[in-house]
């Protein structure tokens, strides 16, 4: 059967190019230039070529399209702050419309809100966000909400107190979002991952983990060009590597590390090679920071395994700069780079050597701001404030404008039709969004990219399956799209699902053996059982001789029940006098963090303790729309005590609670309190609470949310086997309370001391 192909082009071809249009905040070129003219050389905060300055906080940068402005921001103070995407007149700074969201089971602070810049189809016009709490969405260019998937509830998506949250990047007929997850099954270890979801329907195409476990979080953005035939992203990674993988696929191609920490800033494709700069100590001295230029060999080195991307070596090392940056990511004129140190240097790099030619002290600090290339200035904001405007030369630079903005510096400045915008973030000081040029609007800038060598399609080797993976309840139907492509990750024209064999089966290497519950009916898709019990699996689809897989659980709606007593126990790998069954197949964020063991003559679920990296688990055992239900658990700590008189004083215990409506509600073991939270900094609510380790309670909590949207939180524990209180031990009010949200598992060990969790209900209220 002869396969006609179809060609992606990412945001470096020309279809995905509007005239005028500011896609992304690296730009068209995809690299901090801007082909922008008659921008301001001056320009005074409250005077001179000031547009206009507002009050919207936040670190992101603004995007540009058919005369709209789209920028993430933040809002509102304590438990009803809440973040979003903002869609601006660029004339005035007036919002046209706006779509905002709470945080939920964080602890980003106040001033790392609103750390991504939206992305914009040029195709469509609709605008991608990712929320710090990872909430990944799209919408119409008049606010219509087309699509949204919760990143944590769904995949395992960690949070971060600095709130790292990377730019989503649209290509042909992806968008795709990268995130540290801990998913289920083989993506249950924390892994630095990068996922594709169709643009138009919120289906995920594929998901990807080129790397190894990450040392840190990694918010570096994918960048897509085109190597050896095959159109890629690079991007930096939570391990300290640069990745390279197939932008169709998500295949992992090649990667080479570079240091002992995580690399947040985005790399920059130079000519036939990769620039990345890195802030974390370096892997062959004790020294910190370094930017280097990669250059792959044409013929990589065999791959580990299948499926695993070719290690280089230092041979692929064209040269090296001793420039140190942890987020701030480089700029490029021509074959000059402009790159921002940590301590707010910034150097001028030639691209082809490395060579430091020059480099201008602009402060003290620099954390996440990039510089803007345009007009043959840059465009530098400072953390502190300041704000520069800089003529560079081949010896050094001159300084054009110098002005101190209100609050701190962290987003990137954008530019379009004439004028440039830049946002500043604080909790303590007033904040602005700053628009600097004339009052008369110039001409948007146009830029065509060269359009790609459409080769000629090979045959197809491999088949993705759309949806890659699926979350259903017990007689859902899900239909399934047959997308062909061949060796090089091009996709070919796709396969009817009728025509392809269907089967359920096991991968090999997994570790848990289950299969999906339901059959394959005559049309393709997939009948999920009816019966209300848990199951997960794969599902693998074969055409002639090219195979595609693909993977799913399928949770009932509530009532929700788990005991533990089903799961068999098995001597651990580790030690053989710990007998352990891993955790439900179909939970989210389980693996490694949490075990099935035996204790006081009962199964139940274990906060693990052996690795210190998962010391937090939020696991999710439901569906994500579900709202006003009760969770019930019983729960336990360990722990160690120390009689003071005719007082016992607690000295070591954790934290075990459960997840209600994204809500956390937790006992606090060294503190004898329960806590009620959802983001520890804003809304947080305790009470003391005395409880003891290695005895049993039962945890009960309710979420109940008005038709006004306000929310009512209700906790009470008792000595597991006394009759339940009557009385609440907690209740909270929350004005702007969480409308739904997946149920969970918490526990937190940073004593040493393990929790557990038995008899696990979720019910309605």
């Not at 230029?293 to 070719?310: E, K, N, S, T, V």
């Not at 201008?360 to 290339?373: V, W």
């Not at 055992?621 to 729960?635: C, E, F, M, P």
Request: proline letters at 7%; a neutral charge.
């Amino acid at each position: 059967m002869l396969l006609a192909v179809v060609l992606l082009r990412g945001c470096v071809c020309a279809e995905d190019a509007a005239p005028g249009g500011w896609l992304s905040w690296r730009g068209p070129r995809q690299d901090g230039s801007s082909d922008e003219k008659n921008l301001p050389e001056k320009w005074t905060p409250d005077g001179e070529n000031c547009l206009w300055a507002r009050e919207l906080p936040g670190q992101s940068s603004p995007v540009f399209h058919n005369g709209r402005m789209y920028i993430m921001a933040w809002e509102g103070v304590g438990p009803d702050l809440q973040e979003g995407l903002y869609c601006l007149d660029p004339e005035t700074g007036k919002t046209n419309w706006s779509a905002k969201y709470n945080d939920f089971l964080s602890d980003v602070i106040y001033t790392r809100y609103a750390s991504a810049a939206p992305a914009i189809d040029a195709s469509t016009g609709n605008i991608y966000m990712q929320g710090s709490q990872g909430i990944l969405a799209a919408y119409s260019s008049d606010g219509k909400l087309l699509w949204s998937r919760s990143l944590m509830e769904e995949f395992g998506r960690l949070t971060f107190p600095n709130g790292r949250t990377a730019t989503p990047v649209v290509y042909g007929r992806l968008v795709v979002a990268t995130a540290m997850t801990a998913n289920w099954g083989a993506h249950g270890p924390a892994g630095h991952r990068f996922y594709a979801f169709d643009k138009l329907s919120g289906e995920l195409v594929w998901a990807s983990q080129p790397g190894e476990r990450p040392r840190d979080s990694s918010f570096s953005m994918p960048v897509s060009g085109v190597w050896n035939g095959q159109r890629v992203f690079w991007s930096g990674g939570g391990d300290g590597s640069v990745y390279c993988f197939n932008a169709d696929t998500g295949d992992p191609i090649w990667r080479y590390t570079i240091s002992r920490g995580g690399l947040n800033a985005t790399v920059l494709p130079y000519k036939d090679t990769v620039v990345a700069i890195h802030g974390s100590e370096n892997l062959d001295s004790n020294s910190v920071g370094r930017m280097v230029c990669i250059r792959p060999p044409a013929q990589l080195p065999a791959p580990a395994a299948p499926g695993q991307p070719a290690v280089l070596d230092k041979s692929c090392e064209v040269w090296r700069a001793d420039v140190c940056a942890f987020t701030s990511s480089p700029a490029l004129a021509g074959n000059r780079i402009y790159q921002v140190d940590e301590t707010a240097d910034l150097h001028c790099i030639d691209a082809d050597t490395g060579k430091v030619l020059w480099k201008q002290d602009l402060g003290t600090y620099e954390r996440t701001s990039s510089p803007l290339y345009a007009d043959g200035k840059l465009y530098i904001p400072v953390f502190d404030g300041d704000f520069y405007i800089i003529r560079p030369g081949e010896k050094g630079c001159e300084i054009l404008s110098k002005v101190k903005l209100e609050g701190n510096c962290c987003g990137t400045p954008a530019a379009y039709a004439g004028r440039v915008y830049v946002q500043t973030t604080s909790i303590k000081e007033p904040t602005k969004l700053y628009a600097m040029g004339t009052a008369k609007a110039g001409v948007p800038a146009q830029w065509t990219p060269p359009p790609l060598a459409a080769a000629a399609p090979g045959d197809a080797k491999k088949i993705l399956i759309v949806p890659a993976e699926i979350f259903a309840r017990p007689g859902q139907k899900l239909n399934f799209k047959l997308q062909p492509v061949d060796a090089r990750g091009r996709w070919l024209a796709p396969i009817s699902a009728d025509l392809a064999q269907w089967e359920l089966f096991i991968p090999p290497t997994a570790r848990v053996k289950s299969m999906l519950k339901g059959a394959f009916l005559p049309d393709g898709a997939f009948q999920a059982d009816p019966a209300p019990v848990p199951s997960a699996g794969a599902i693998k689809a074969t055409f002639k001789d090219i195979v595609g897989t693909t993977r799913g659980r399928i949770l009932s709606d509530l009532p929700l029940k788990e005991d533990f007593e089903g799961y068999a126990l098995q001597p651990s790998e580790t030690d053989p006098n710990v007998k352990f069954a891993y955790p439900p197949l179909g939970w989210i964020g389980g693996r490694l963090k949490w075990e099935v063991r035996e204790r006081d003559g009962n199964k139940c679920f274990v906060k693990t303790i052996d690795n210190k990296l998962f010391q937090r688990a939020f696991t999710f055992i439901g569906h994500t729309d579900l709202s006003n239900y009760t969770v019930q658990a019983d729960v336990m700590s360990d722990g160690v005590t120390r009689k003071a008189g005719d007082k016992v004083k607690i000295v070591k215990m954790s934290e075990v609670g459960v997840i209600n409506q994204r809500y956390a509600i937790i006992l606090k073991g060294t503190f004898q309190q329960i806590e009620i939270n959802s983001n520890v900094e804003r809304v947080q609510f305790t009470a003391p609470f005395a409880w003891r380790p290695n005895i049993w309670y039962t945890l009960k909590t309710r979420v109940e949310v008005d038709t006004n949207g306000a929310g009512t939180i209700r906790a009470k524990v008792w000595k597991k086997g006394d009759p339940e209180p009557e009385k609440w031990t907690l209740e909270a009010r929350h004005e702007t309370a969480h409308r739904k949200g997946a149920p969970g598992i918490f526990g937190f060990s940073p004593t040493d001391e393990a929790v557990y969790v038995d008899n696990v209900s979720v019910t309605k209220n």
